[in-house]
């Protein structure tokens, strides 16, 4: 091969070397958002609402990553090293959001032995799992708690969300959980931590609807959406977190997003 050409291909190499050094760099340079939690944040191509969230958010200045994980609860999502990976990609000025609930009410040592301890206290538990190794298990509030404090220990911002309604109705209203959305409130009420109350933002929505208009976002149950439910669900938790204390997402959002209300209900 000829000098010259040599001289060219590699000329061309160490530029597409430092293009990608520098891609890299701004990427990083870039915030995430990520999203921990169940189906119905994750649920498919586009059926869980963070599926969503992305275009509400400039994503030159604001990256989405949803790393919610269908059939999980706020227990397994740690025990199956889920929240170790968000964790080891965290970097300073990242943000969280961390919801569950719809799968931490299963049992705890039986079936898919996912539930965790209901409350928000210490208590804990030693089960035999089905495989026949041993577990403690502690109350959804601890899980919370945990991810709380690894996310500011890596200088994360952490945000807890009451996990979203699902489309059960009674005497005109959508009903509402007292447990996992009460729960998460009192976690992040006693952790001084960022909250959004998805549940209740999103049953005054559906009350406002009417059981009959909101009946087509649930196809086939009445937990999973269906695409446009969940883009419904995103604009609502999008409402939700401008209305955050300091709003601080708001320097972040698209024009899309500057578009969308900021949630009145106070949490």
Known sequence: MPATRRILLWLTAAVLVCVAQASFAADSAVPTLYVCGDSTAANGRDRGWASHLQPFFDPAKLRIEN???????????????????????????????????????????????????????????????????????????????????DARAHGATPIVASPVVRNDWRDGKVIRSDSYPVYSADVAQSEKCLFVDASNIIADRYDAMGEAAVKPYFPEEHTHTSADGAKLNAELVVSGLKSLPSEPLNVFLSSRGQEVSASQREE
């Open 67 to 149: 790393r919610a994980r269908g059939g999980r609860s706020s227990r397994t999502f740690l025990t199956e090293g889920l929240w170790d990976q968000v964790v080891a990609d965290l970097k300073p000025g990242d943000f969280v959001i961390i919801q569950f609930g719809h799968n931490d009410g299963g049992p705890l040592d039986r079936d898919r032995a996912r539930g965790t301890i209901r409350g928000t206290g210490d208590e804990a538990q030693e089960v035999t799992m089905p495989d026949g190794k041993k577990e403690t298990v502690h109350t959804y509030g601890w899980y919370l708690r945990k991810c709380i404090a």
